[in-house]
């Protein structure tokens, strides 16, 4: 159950507790009803406004800073979930680093889990949302080769185990699918440089 539903099942269940001890029987007055019906549709319009706003329209990917009202090195994982809502998954990456992760969305947000504050260091885009960076790489658009273009000479990261190949720039980093139809190593780069950006990671700029 999401935060959402579980919040209106929540007032519901309070509001016919509170009929019960009225003496109304368990019935619900047309009052409390009204009041669970508007708490619906706000809960509701709030978390479409959202999606919305991430995944219909492109947004503004600042390198080395963040997105909007989440600027890394500033804003808290506190500040996310009271921005956005409880409707994520939280991912404990061993004892390092914290991820709040709204699917619905297409974002990731990263803390470190031993710092008291938890302030952000890292955001992760991805489909659904839609957005471009500052110097106008569109996510899931542009490709690979329209980065190097822009940011200049890449440097390339895979692991054994990844599915996707990264290249590094400072503050900024870039995600295409690996093509599992080669040799994962070496990389082949021509081939690779003709994919289409599918994640992209700002990093604080130290």
Same mark, same amino acid.
């Not at 709204?102 to 957005?131: H, V």
């Not at 110097?135 to 692991?159: F, H, R």
């Given at each position: *159950? ?29 009052? !409390? ?28 990917? *600042? ?14 994982? !506190? ?5 956005? =809502? ?30 008291? /504050?938890? !302030? ?10 839609? =957005? $471009?960076?500052?110097? =106008?790489?569109?996510?899931? $658009? ?6 190097? !273009?822009?940011?200049? @000479? @890449?440097?390339? /990261?895979?692991?054994? *185990? ?32 003709? $994919? ?11």
């Amino acid at each position: *159950m999401t935060h959402a539903a579980q919040l209106i099942f929540n007032f519901y269940s309070l509001a016919c507790r509170h009929a019960l001890y009225a003496g109304r029987y368990g019935q619900c007055s047309m009052k !409390q009803r009204l009041s669970i019906l508007i708490l619906i549709l706000v809960t509701s319009c709030s978390h479409t406004n959202y999606i919305d706003r991430y995944t219909a329209t492109d947004n503004l990917i *600042m390198d080395g800073k963040g997105m909007d009202s989440f600027e890394l090195g500033k804003a808290r994982a !506190q500040d996310v979930i009271k921005e956005l =809502g409880k409707d994520f998954e939280e991912i404990k990456h061993k004892d390092y680093s914290g991820e709040i992760y709204y699917k619905d969305l297409g974002l990731s947000f990263y803390y470190f889990q031993n710092e008291r /504050t938890k !302030q952000l260091f890292a955001i992760y885009f991805k489909a659904p949302f839609k =957005g $471009k960076t500052t110097k =106008g790489i569109i996510l899931n $658009k542009a490709t690979m080769e329209d980065v190097v !273009q822009i940011y200049g @000479p @890449p440097v390339w /990261t895979s692991c054994d *185990m990844c599915d996707t190949w990264t290249v590094e720039y400072e503050g900024i980093e870039f995600d295409i699918e690996r093509d599992k139809s080669l040799p994962h190593f070496p990389l082949d780069e021509e081939r690779h440089l003709k $994919k289409i950006v599918i994640g992209i990671t700002v990093i604080e700029n130290d």
